[in-house]
C-alpha cells in the first residue's frame, strides 16, 4: 500500500487559483498511476484528472483548459492546478494511486486514497 497525503486547498474567490499537492510514502512512487478526484455535498465522486507512470495525461471534460496535473518523482508528489476556478469547482479533493501503467476514470479502479483537502470557491 501507498500512503497519499493531500495539502493545499482553501478558500478562494471565483477566476482564482490553487494548487493541490499529494505526498506519497510507502511503496515505490514511479509504480503508479495517480489520479485526482472530488465530490461535492450530496453528490458521488467524480473524476477530475490522471497522469499514467510516464507522465500522460487525462482531464473531464468539465476541466480541460483550467486544471494541469503533473508529478515530480523525485519528490514522490503529484499536483494540481487549478485556475479560473469556478463556485461549481467546490469540493473535498481527493487523490488517489492504482499500481497500475494506465490511468483509471472511475474510483473503484484505484486502490488507495488520501483523506481529501476541501476547495471552496465563492463566487
Known amino acids: 500500500q501507498v500512503q497519499l497525503v493531500e495539502s493545499g486547498g482553501g478558500l478562494v474567490q471565483a477566476g482564482g487559483s490553487l494548487r493541490l499537492s499529494c505526498a506519497a510514502s510507502?511503496?515505490?512512487?514511479?509504480?503508479?498511476?495517480m489520479g485526482w478526484f472530488r465530490q461535492a455535498p450530496g453528490k458521488e465522486r467524480e473524476f477530475v484528472a490522471a497522469?499514467?507512470?510516464?507522465?500522460?495525461?487525462y482531464y473531464a471534460d468539465s476541466v480541460k483548459g483550467r486544471i494541469t496535473i503533473s508529478r515530480l518523482n523525485a519528490k514522490n508528489t503529484v499536483f494540481l492546478q487549478m485556475n479560473s476556478l469556478k463556485p461549481e469547482d467546490t469540493a473535498i479533493y481527493y487523490c488517489?494511486?492504482?499500481?497500475?501503467?494506465?490511468?483509471?476514470?472511475?474510483?473503484?479502479?484505484?486502490?488507495?486514497w488520501g483523506q481529501g483537502t476541501q476547495v471552496t470557491v465563492s463566487s
Open positions: 497522469i499514467s507512470r510516464y507522465g500522460s495525461t
Open positions: 510507502g511503496r515505490t512512487f514511479t509504480d503508479y498511476a
Open positions: 488517489a494511486a492504482r499500481a497500475a501503467y494506465g490511468v483509471g476514470r472511475a474510483p473503484n479502479e484505484y486502490d488507495n
